[in-house]
């Protein structure tokens, strides 16, 4: 019998679960952030959004000023001076309400820097001014809750160690960009401080190309398709974005896709996005009722098995436990292939390409022997 590869919705103890390990980075990936106009000693201000209503304080400041660390903010936060809201002192874990002014008076960030740790990586390009990394997917780009080692930061603080950027705090060094933890692939990497103002201007403008390449569950109608839907905040669960035509603080969101290949019940596609918004591709492939394989957060399927794609597993409970399995896929099947950009010194073209990782060339040869178009 075929089985049925119809994601199933998470339920609220799963996305709980997901909060509670991945809170921080959610809020710091879907908040605007910049670095501070105001000098230590002066006071900023931030306003709460909407969207920001219900965040915790501490987090909210965690993601808006992402060169302190959390325990630095609540130490400020409990003090009688330094943090307040609306003019009063709260607690870090105090609830913010849409409007609320955060006030918070800078003070001079501790040298903190990622602890090196000898992890391999996969440098695709390298001099002066950059690398180009392959990043492997369950890695999270720099320390957050839940994920203190085994960061990319890390990994790059022991390869390129005194040679890093530090726009970004001494906290994350030389990180221009992010990818999500589960998104492998092209990620750049800036060696000092004129080279990572000069991406990060290339990115503001929207002049660094990047594709990607995802497994997606079911088929697309057409071979081309551009999707064009704006992405905001979900109404319930903090760590999801949303299709939102109706919010007004939405925001612009525009990928382009390509069919590569089709197999019965899966496509891969390759993505273009022409902005870059958070969880983008994921969305707008789910817009069109294929979800990228593996998922989790949008799919409801965390893993996929040769097993299933052959159609050869047991549905009860009893039968799952008991059955050996081939694990294929155990995370979103997303990667970043090719990344392209003008050098920011010498103006050069580059073109840096990362070839797709095992777990999805695995994937792609088992749909082509198990699940091709009759």
């Known amino acids: 019998m075929t089985p049925d590869f119809a994601e199933e ?63 630095l903010l609540r130490k400020a936060i409990q003090a009688e001076e330094g943090v307040d809201v609306d003019g009063k002192h709260g607690k870090p874990s105090f609830r913010l309400k849409p409007g609320s002014v955060v006030s918070f008076r800078l003070v001079e960030p501790p040298r903190e820097s990622p602890i090196p740790e000898d992890i391999p990586l996969d440098v695709l390009y390298e001099d002066d001014d950059l690398a180009v990394v392959n990043k492997p997917s369950n890695m999270v780009v720099h320390p957050s809750r839940g994920h203190w080692s085994g960061t990319l930061v890390s990994a790059l603080a022991h390869r390129f160690a005194g040679q890093l950027s530090s726009n970004r705090g001494p906290a994350r060094p030389g990180i221009v960009h992010r990818l999500d933890r589960d998104t492998s692939g092209a990620i750049i990497v800036a060696k000092n401080d004129v080279a990572h103002a000069r991406l990060a201007a290339l990115f503001e403008e929207k002049r660094i190309q990047k594709e990607y390449f995802a497994i997606a569950l079911g088929g697309i109608n057409v071979d081309r398709e551009v999707v064009d839907l704006p992405i905001g905040h979900h109404p319930k669960y903090r760590v999801k974005m949303a299709i939102a035509p109706d919010d007004p603080e939405a925001k612009p969101a525009k990928t382009f896709f390509e069919v590569v290949e089709r197999f019965r019940g899966f496509s891969t596609v390759r993505c273009m996005p022409k902005t870059g918004r958070t969880h983008q591709i ?65 103006g050069k073209i580059l073109e840096i390409e990362a070839p797709l990782p095992a777990d999805m060339l695995q994937t792609i040869e088992a749909l082509r022997e198990l699940r091709p178009l009759k």
């Not at 670095?35 to 400041?61: C, I, N």
């Not at 069109?288 to 097993?307: A, F, N, V």
């Not at 995370?331 to 003008?342: D, G, N, P, S, V």
Request: some cysteine; charged content about 30%.
């Open 9 to 71: 919705p998470l339920n609220d103890d799963s996305e709980q679960e997901i909060e509670s390990l991945d809170e921080l980075e959610s809020y710091e990936s879907q908040s605007e952030w910049s670095m501070p106009t105001e000098q230590v000693g002066e006071v900023a201000k931030r306003v709460v959004s909407d969207a920001e209503a219900g965040w915790r304080l501490d987090l909210f400041l965690a993601a808006k000023f992402p060169q302190y660390s959390r325990v």
């Open 282 to 346: 994921r969305l707008h492939l789910l817009s069109l009722g294929c979800p990228i394989l593996c998922d989790k957060l949008y799919g409801g399927r965390s893993t996929l098995t040769r097993e299933e794609l052959a159609g050869q597993y047991d549905r009860s409970p009893k039968g799952d436990e008991n059955r050996e399995s081939t694990i294929l896929l155990s995370r979103q099947a997303l990667h970043a292939r090719k990344i392209t950009f003008e050098h920011p010194t010498s």
